[in-house]
Structure formats: structure tokens, C-alpha cells
């Protein structure tokens, strides 16, 4: 089996693919990640993870290889909240999050001998209220400094969420229905168990 190029730092990614059965190595490809004035989240979030794989592209060339690159990103209200800077920032995503529902989209981008294949996957999640000991307990355990909407659903931030309606793998940062779904496009072989 061919390794997949994961064009993204994400060790949740990597994780999830590598539970899958892939064997994955890991290229880089940073770009900036500053929405455009006025970008709705669904059409930022795939520009995103489409120029990832074309910074990776630029960087290693077109390969027969696949390329795999994804976005997350956090909408409430229909803004986009990114990564907090800091633990300021934390808070006021987590208190803007609380008791509310928002949406967690992540596009994923394959390319492979010269195309592209693209996938959106978009989660509803209710978070219950939160208190600011809630709040402050979380930021000092550190997890949501790396996470699109200060949170990791898989980690102890699971236990904010009321409410799902969509992908658990989604959320955490790369969907594996629809993962697999482009692979096969791409004509990637994917791990046995896998091939529906
Ligand atoms: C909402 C949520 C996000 N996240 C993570 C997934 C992504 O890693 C991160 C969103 O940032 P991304 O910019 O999508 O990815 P990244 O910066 O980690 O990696 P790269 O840009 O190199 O591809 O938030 C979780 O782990 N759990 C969650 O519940």
C-alpha cells in the first residue's frame, strides 16, 4: 500500500488515518489561514483545505501519491471563530459557545497525479451552558489551544457537547466517510476492511 501524503500538522488526522489502516507520511504545507473580508465559512473552509494541497503541491510537485489536506473550522452565528491567540480569547469563544449551537465544517482535499477531489462535511453541536469554573478549568488544562472553537470533542471537551448532528470524526478534524469516499475516487487502494 502507497503512503498517503498528509499535508497537514494535525496529529488527529494523522491518528485517524493511521487507524484506518493508512500508512501516512507527513509533508507540510502552511499558507495563510486569514478569511477574506465578508467569506462565508462553508466557502472558506474549502478554500482552505484545497490551497494546503496546492502549497503542498508547489512545494513536492504533482505525485502519483496521494495528497490529503483539510480544514476545520468553527461557525457560530454564521462568523467564523478560529483557533484562540490566547487564553483571553479562549474564554470569550467558550463563553460565546455555551449553551448554544454551532457549526463545525471540514473540508478535506485529495489530489493525486494532477486532480483534485473535494468533500465538505458539515456537524451541528449543542453545547449545554458552561460555567466560568467550567471555563477556566478547561483553559488551564490547555486543550483548546490548538482547536478551531477552543475545544476538543474527543478530549475532555466531549463532556460540553449535548448535542451532535453529524460526524464525531468531522469535528475532531477529518471525517472518515467522506474521507474514504474520495480516496476511492482518487483511486487510492484503501485498508481492506474498508472496501465497501
Ligand atoms: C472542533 C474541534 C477541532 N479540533 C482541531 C482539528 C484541527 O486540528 C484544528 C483546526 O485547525 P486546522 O487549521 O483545521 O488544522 P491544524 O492547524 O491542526 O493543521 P493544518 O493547518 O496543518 O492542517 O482543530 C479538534 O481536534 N477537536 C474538535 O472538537
Known amino acids: 500500500m502507497q503512503p498517503i501524503l498528509l499535508a497537514s500538522g494535525s496529529p488527529r488526522r494523522r491518528e485517524i488515518l493511521e ?3 493508512f500508512i501516512v507520511h507527513k509533508i ?3 499558507i495563510d489561514e486569514t478569511p477574506h473580508d465578508g467569506e462565508l465559512a462553508y466557502d472558506y473552509v474549502q478554500r482552505m483545505a484545497v490551497e494546503k494541497n496546492r502549497a503542498a503541491i508547489a512545494q513536492f510537485g504533482s505525485t502519483e501519491q496521494a495528497i ?6 468553527v461557525a457560530l452565528n454564521g462568523h467564523i471563530l478560529g483557533k484562540p491567540d490566547n487564553a483571553a480569547h479562549a474564554h470569550e469563544i ?5 449553551g448554544s449551537t454551532h457549526q463545525v465544517m471540514t473540508a478535506v ?4 497525479g494532477g486532480r483534485e477531489w473535494v468533500a465538505v462535511q458539515c456537524s451541528d453541536v449543542q453545547f449545554k451552558p ?6 477556566a478549568a478547561y483553559i488551564t488544562s490547555g ?3 490548538d482547536k478551531a472553537g477552543a475545544y476538543g470533542i474527543q478530549g475532555v471537551g466531549g463532556v460540553f457537547v449535548a448535542h451532535l448532528s453529524g460526524s464525531f470524526t468531522g469535528v475532531m478534524g477529518l471525517p472518515v ?3 474514504l469516499n474520495l480516496l476511492r475516487e482518487a483511486g487510492v487502494d484503501v485498508p481492506p476492511f474498508q472496501a465497501a
Open 177 to 179: 466517510f467522506e474521507t
Open 130 to 135: 458552561l460555567s466560568e469554573q467550567e471555563i
Open 94 to 98: 467558550l463563553s460565546a459557545l455555551s
Open 68 to 73: 490529503l489536506s483539510a480544514d476545520t473550522t
Open 143 to 145: 486543550e483548546p489551544m
Open 109 to 112: 482535499c485529495v489530489s493525486r
Open 19 to 21: 487507524n484506518l489502516g
Open 28 to 30: 507540510s504545507a502552511e
